[in-house]
């Protein structure tokens, strides 16, 4: 797969996370007949468009054009989670004291502290990033997030739409619905936009936000 987006160009004002209006494309989707089962696809259909057996929504790359507040690139989400980096600045969000440990913003975590694990959509924050992240995310500074390190974790599921067909066309019936991993009579129909993985190991961390 190629790589989505110049790390170079992430910034406080520009997160890595998010997308520019020249990076959406068209999506060819259509129902193609496996086995006489109808499942999702492209009509131009690549083997990287699918991973854990899912079909990924396509997006372009490079940020041209406007910032789409506060949509996610979906490429450059993955690749976040897979490789543990920092959605503002793109670079590694390990601890450098414990590389094995990864800091992460819990934007909403229950009452009562935080959980033995948690499902995140949104990847990690690198400790340098911190307090420019809660800030900047909407959705951060109108919560009560806490901010932790987290240490093993793994895909559960997938963000995502489900489709159906219509006269032949592929047409979407449900938006933004979790889908795991062990549900795969729903891959089939769903096209993921964002990878959900399983935090493990949370502590409260403490760092300086001015
Ligand atoms: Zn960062």
Redo the contacts with the bound molecule.
């Keep these: 797969m190629s790589n989505p987006g110049a790390v170079a160009a992430a910034s406080p004002s520009k997160p890595y996370l998010t997308p520019y209006s020249a990076e959406v494309i068209d999506l060819p989707l259509v129902f193609e007949r496996v086995a006489g089962v109808p499942w999702l696809t492209y009509t131009d259909a690549l083997p990287q468009d699918r991973m854990f057996g899912v079909l990924w929504a396509r997006c372009g790359i490079g940020r041209g054009g406007k910032i789409l507040w506060p949509m996610v690139h979906t490429l450059r989400q993955r690749r976040c989670m897979l490789k543990r980096l ?1 959605r ?4 590694s ?1 390990a601890d450098p004291g414990e590389p094995d440990r990864t800091w992460w913003i819990i934007p909403s975590p229950p009452p009562g502290g935080l959980p033995a694990t948690w499902p995140a959509t949104s990847p990690p ?2 400790k ?2 911190i307090a420019v992240a809660l800030g900047a995310c909407p959705h951060l500074r109108h919560g009560s997030p806490v901010v932790c390190t987290v240490g093993a974790y793994g895909p559960v599921g997938v963000l995502g739409n489900l489709y159906g067909e219509d006269n032949g066309r592929a047409v979407e019936t449900q938006h933004q619905i979790g889908i795991g991993l062990d549900e795969p009579h729903l891959f089939r129909r769903a096209l993921a936009t964002q990878l959900i993985v399983q935090l493990n190991d949370l502590r409260p961390a403490d760092v300086l936000v001015s």
């Excluded at 503002?88 to 670079?91: P, T």
């Design positions: 920092c503002v600045c793109g670079q969000a924050t690198c340098a990033c």
